[in-house]
């Protein structure tokens, strides 16, 4: 795909709520990209810089693209600019500090301790330097403390802080959810950082140093089992598909399909049954209530899997939407792309061969999304460089001493 073809689909969206926003993005595999990609699709401009062999997940396929990047990369990493930088090298470290210049942020993902090791450190140098910087680092579990400076990844991260304990069935054990959640939080949770951090800088003219961890950004998604944990004591386990704390909650089985129905309040339970024509279960002292409901979720289960048995579950759900009961069909990823409601809320973008997950932030006055398709390795290196005042010159001495690489090293 051109850049001709990106730019002209993305002439569609407004600039976007962050123009104007510059963003050096040192990030790789997914949540620091997560992070800046959220940036990029409302009009911040992202610069990514990439070690030498690239950013890893570029490999972490198939499936491949034309240009031989896998969909990994490709899922995160639109409308971002890619500039091939060898930072081993100090001359390398001399083209950061000058791309930094005006930038408004640094968002980073290497060891703790690494950016200090190479005289980048935040409090020692950046801060005192770029006054009005924010600087982002996404890391395992910080710098410091019992875990400090170890590596963190999505699914031991999911082990670690509990994730994986409450997932499952009672039969399965504990079980690995099957996106990498806490790498996608953590990105959420870090562009959240930042645009307080850019809010604050209105105000004190001064930037300052997000310290963004799996760690805490795992633990955050605990809900309802934390509060549920500290406020009876009990440790909470894996239920399956049940809610925890609300019944019916859950998957249920139809003629055509399984659908998953969510009945959050008693009166939202009298209507449910109302409408299946089975009031009376409603005044059965064992679901009369959610507590009781809850208690006794097996033998309801068993009352509405024998209900929904002979109901088309497509049809069925829609109507029960249309009566204020919240159902659906569960639904394969594919039939999810291509359903009607996915593409009335342009939750697919397409750029000539490109296709991705759009952005599902809806803002009225500054729309926005997918820009441009994801990068080549080094695809706009020149173009950046030249941008910020490196001279043709100046570009092929560092091209020349390897400080600016053309081609990924293998």
């Known amino acids: 795909m051109d850049d001709n073809a990106a730019i002209e689909t993305g002439a569609k969206l407004s600039p976007g709520a962050l123009a ?45 693209n034309a240009d031989g990047d896998a969909s990994y990369f490709v899922g995160v990493n639109r409308n971002k600019r890619s500039v091939g930088l060898d930072l081993s090298k100090p001359a390398g470290r001399e083209v950061l500090m000058r791309l930094l210049e005006g930038a408004d942020v640094l ?74 959640i806490v790498d996608i939080a953590t990105g959420l949770f870090s562009t959240i950082a930042i645009l307080m951090a850019l809010h604050e ?50 998957k249920f089985t139809t003629k055509t399909c399984e659908i998953f129905v969510a009945a959050g309040n008693d009166p939202a339970f009298r209507k449910f049954c109302e409408f299946l024509g089975i009031p009376e279960l409603a005044k059965d002292e ?9 208690v006794n979720r097996d033998a309801l289960t068993e009352v509405l899997n024998a209900r929904f048995a002979s109901e088309d579950g497509h049809e069925l759900t829609r109507r029960m939407l249309a009566a204020g009961l919240p159902a659906g069909p569960v639904l394969h990823v594919d039939e999810a792309m291509a359903a009607e409601h996915t593409a009335f809320r342009d939750m697919v973008a397409q750029i000539g061969e490109f296709r991705a997950l759009n952005t599902p932030i809806k803002l009225s006055r500054t729309p926005g999304g997918a820009r441009s398709a994801p990068p080549r390795f080094n695809q706009h290196g020149r173009d950046v460089l030249l941008g910020r005042g490196f001279t043709e ?8 001493d390897g400080v600016i690489v053309a081609a990924r090293r293998k």
Request: proline residues 9%; glycine residues 14%.
């Open 20 to 64: 104007g926003l510059r963003v050096v993005d040192l990030t790789r595999v997914l949540g620091g990209p997560y992070c800046t990609m959220v940036l990029s699709d409302h009009g911040a401009e992202v610069i990514k810089l990439e070690p030498p062999q690239g950013d890893e997940v570029r490999d972490w396929g198939p499936p491949f």
């Open 107 to 180: 968002v980073e993902n290497f060891k703790p301790g690494s950016m200090e090791k190479w005289g980048l450190g935040y409090e020692q140098v950046l801060s005192k330097k770029f006054p009005r910087l924010i600087h982002c680092r996404v890391s395992g579990f910080g710098g410091e403390g019992p875990l400090g400076g170890f590596p963190g990844y999505d699914a031991v991260l999911q082990a670690m802080v509990g994730l994986m304990s409450i997932n499952g069935t009672e039969t399965s054990g504990p079980t690995r959810l099957g996106n990498p």
């Open 201 to 250: 800088r209105e105000k004190s003219g001064r930037g300052q140093y997000c310290d963004m961890t799996l760690h805490d950004c795992g633990m955050a998604l605990l809900h309802p089992h934390a509060a549920n944990f500290f406020l009876s004591g009990k440790r909470p386990m894996a239920t399956g598909n049940p809610h925890p704390n609300l019944a019916p909650y859950s």
């Open 393 to 400: 010159a100046e570009i092929a001495a560092l091209e020349n």
């Open 286 to 294: 064992r679901f009369a209530t959610n507590g009781q409901r809850v």
